[in-house]
C-alpha cells in the first residue's frame, strides 16, 4: 500500500462523510520520470496514474436517501471519488513531509461521464486517473472505476489544484 487512510486525510482536505479514498494503493510517475526523485513540477508529471480503493459502506448517509428500497452510490459522488483519487499524483510534487502539505483543490469541470454499472453497497472499487495536461494550476485527468476488473463508470474532469506548503 503506498498510502493507509490516515496519510490519505494528511494529505486530502476532505473528511467523512465526504472523503471517498480509503487508501491510495500505487501511484506511477510517467514513464520519463521513473527511477527519478522528486519533487517534480505538475507539468512534469503528466501521463502519470494513481491506484486508489474505496469500499461502499452499508451504512454510508448518502445511500439512505438514493434510494430508500434499492440503495445506489450517486453518479455525483462517483465523479468526486475520481477527482478526489486523482489529488494522490502530486504527492510527487511536495519537498516536504506529506502532512506539512495542504491541498487547495475544486473541481471545474466534468466531461464524458458515463455509468455503466449500478454501484452497490458492499463493493470495494478501485479508482484510477491518468493525468492528461497541465496549464497552470488547472489539470486534466481521465478517470475510471473499476470492481474486480469491470468498469463500473468513468469521467474526464478539469480541476484547480495548488499545493500550499
Known amino acids: 500500500m503506498f498510502l493507509n487512510l490516515q496519510q ?16 491510495v ?15 517534480f513540477k505538475p507539468n512534469e508529471l503528466v501521463g502519470g496514474k494513481t491506484w486508489c480503493d474505496f469500499f461502499v459502506r452499508p451504512d454510508l448517509k448518502i445511500l439512505e436517501g438514493h434510494f430508500p428500497d434499492y440503495p445506489i452510490l450517486p453518479g455525483v459522488v462517483q465523479v468526486e471519488m475520481m477527482a478526489q483519487a486523482s489529488a494522490f ?11 506539512k502539505a495542504k491541498l487547495d483543490v475544486a473541481l471545474l ?7 455503466r ?8 472499487l478501485e479508482i484510477t486517473t491518468v493525468l492528461t495536461k497541465v496549464r497552470g ?5 481521465d478517470a475510471q472505476i473499476h470492481l474486480d476488473g469491470e468498469l463500473m463508470s468513468e469521467a474526464s474532469f478539469l480541476a484547480s489544484l495548488r499545493i500550499i506548503h
Open 8 to 23: 490519505v486525510m494528511a494529505f486530502m482536505p476532505h473528511r467523512d462523510p465526504f472523503l471517498f479514498i480509503d487508501s
Open 89 to 99: 499524483l502530486m504527492v510527487h510534487a511536495i519537498s516536504g513531509p506529506l502532512e
Open 117 to 124: 454499472k449500478p454501484v452497490l453497497p458492499g463493493m470495494k
Open 109 to 115: 469541470g466534468v466531461d464524458k461521464a458515463k455509468f
Open 137 to 141: 494550476p488547472m489539470t486534466t485527468y
Open 25 to 39: 494503493s500505487r501511484v506511477d510517475l510517467p514513464d520519463n520520470l521513473k527511477g527519478q526523485k522528486g519533487p
